[in-house]
């Protein structure tokens, strides 16, 4: 029912932990994550350290709810398929990353409709509270992607690799 | 410009795993026509792929010197077998190596950098800018204290 997802690069466990909590709590609820490395017991949630990219498509389908760092393999493919996600982004001080964009991609992500940010373990606790309340309802559909900004950047990649536009770029 | 026995670009694609290859994904349509090679980091692609034919590369950043030198010496082999007229690259560190590469051999190179960096560059971003015939950031602001170009974006 919930999809959590953590990218596959460094581990993550602050937020696989406020899952893990979280689900004790919801034991109606199934929660299925992908966790990386993590070397922390999970014991009420299921777990595989990785997935292809076909059963990552798969299991993002099929979820009412994701749940995931704030990696853009997992929001684009959340907003494409029209899920409802909790991002939580890694933070460079706690060690989760090499610094801290995603605290900026999850700040500008914010925006989008099917979007809420949880910054803590208690947060995340919150929007999956609320998310339940609203029995999985998301708020959207797929209109936010494919955007006004993806025609045009596609035209200038097209209009590069057949070599019709000068190199270096005359601007618009 | 094309050699003559070549009637359409030769075009390698180079992206990493994870949201760099989603962001590749969403590009598909700018590719149509040409002789399209990606190149990537998670093999798991290969079967998920239609149109176009994949490379492997090991994945690295500069936290990982050694497997970086992998990467460096797979994406070579990668750009002489393919010999791209067109490189084109949504990060990471293994994008700019390839366009580093096939710039020595006189391909034409772009960098678009990852959507994620809302703020700044990316350090591959970044390295490209000396080295790409064009580097484009998906921000407008980033872009405009960069130096990069903003050209529109995958979302």
Same mark, same amino acid.
């Given at each position: 029912m919930i999809f959590a997802t953590v990218g596959?690069? /460094?581990?993550?466990d602050r937020l696989l932990l406020g899952l893990d909590s979280w689900a004790a709590l919801n034991p109606g609820v199934s929660v299925f994550a992908q966790c990386g490395d993590s070397r922390k017991r999970l014991r009420h949630i299921e777990t595989v350290a990785q997935l292809s990219q076909r059963d990552f498509r798969a299991r993002l389908k099929a979820a009412k709810l994701v749940v995931s760092h704030a990696g853009m393999g997992s929001i684009l493919t959340a907003a494409e398929l029209g899920k409802p996600v909790i991002l939580m982004p890694r933070r460079a001080k706690f060690g989760? $990353?090499?610094?801290? $964009?995603q605290q900026d991609t999850a700040i500008e992500m #914010? +925006? /989008?409709?099917n979007v809420t940010v949880a910054e803590d373990g208690e947060a995340l606790h919150a929007a999956l509270d609320a998310a339940v309340a609203l029995g999985f309802?998301?708020?959207? =559909? +797929? #209109?936010?992607? =494919? =955007?006004? #900004? /993806?025609a045009p950047l596609i035209e200038v990649v097209r209009d590069f690799v057949w070599n019709r536009t000068p190199c270096g770029g005359a601007s618009a | 410009m094309f050699t003559t026995s070549r009637s359409r670009p030769v075009l390698l694609a180079v992206a990493s795993g994870g949201g760099h290859w989603v962001q590749m994904q969403r590009l598909r349509a700018a590719f149509d026509g040409a002789d399209v090679h990606y190149a990537t980091t998670?093999?798991?692609?290969v079967e998920a792929t239609r149109g176009g034919c994949v490379h492997v590369y090991p994945d690295a950043n500069k936290q990982t010197p050694l497997r970086l030198m992998l990467c460096l010496i797979r994406l070579a082999w990668i750009v002489l077998r393919v010999r791209p007229d067109v490189v084109v690259s949504t990060g990471a560190a293994g994008g700019f190596l390839a366009i580093r590469i096939a710039r020595l051999m006189g391909a034409r190179t772009m960098f678009i950098d990852s959507i994620a960096n809302a703020r700044e560059l990316s350090i591959s971003a970044r390295l490209s800018l000396?080295?790409?015939?064009r580097v484009l950031s998906q921000w407008p602001r980033v872009a405009e204290l960069s130096g990069a170009e903003y050209r529109g974006a995958v979302l």
């Open positions: 596959t690069q /460094l581990p993550f989760e $990353h090499r610094n801290d $964009h #914010a +925006r /989008l409709s309802e998301s708020p959207i =559909g +797929r #209109a936010e992607l =494919g =955007g006004e #900004a /993806l | 998670d093999a798991s692609a000396g080295v790409a015939d």
